[in-house]
């Protein structure tokens, strides 16, 4: 069970800046990150489910994620997960949604290695979807359903 938290780094001083934080901050994405387009059921939908993009960071050290969002300049939502069975430490998690999901990726897109082609795809998706446009009754037209389901596809190919 994910436990919504509030916490500020103490350091009242930046220990990385400019190209060298994104740098970091995308090495740590692409190890320790998830990005994925998720595929959520919701009733008022005329196919029975949305998708929307979320990129999280997981780390068992709490520092280290209130760090990635000191130096990448964008606030995202932290969960604290307590530990189970023989875990010795939390988890925590910083998830970012949506608009603020592709504001990561545009960042870090530069400096990405393992994850380089799954931003790509999410970014795609992110811009190229009509993600914030409401379609009114009718729904959403099939040829872009299609092209969210097919970016939804390839990044879970990606895996």
Known sequence: MLVRINAKLNSSQTRLVGSTALGY???LADGEGCI???RQKHPGAKSGYVFRLVVTIAQNHLGTV???QELIGVEGLLYKRPRRG??????YQLVYHGRKAEAILLLLRPYLNRKAMEADVALDFQQN???????GPNGCPDHVWKKREACYRKLKSLK
């Open 86 to 91: 023989s875990q010795n430490r939390d988890d």
């Open 25 to 27: 901050c995308a090495g």
């Open 129 to 135: 979807c009509e993600l914030q446009r409401h379609f």
């Open 66 to 68: 209130l760090d990635f």
């Open 36 to 38: 994925h387009i998720a």
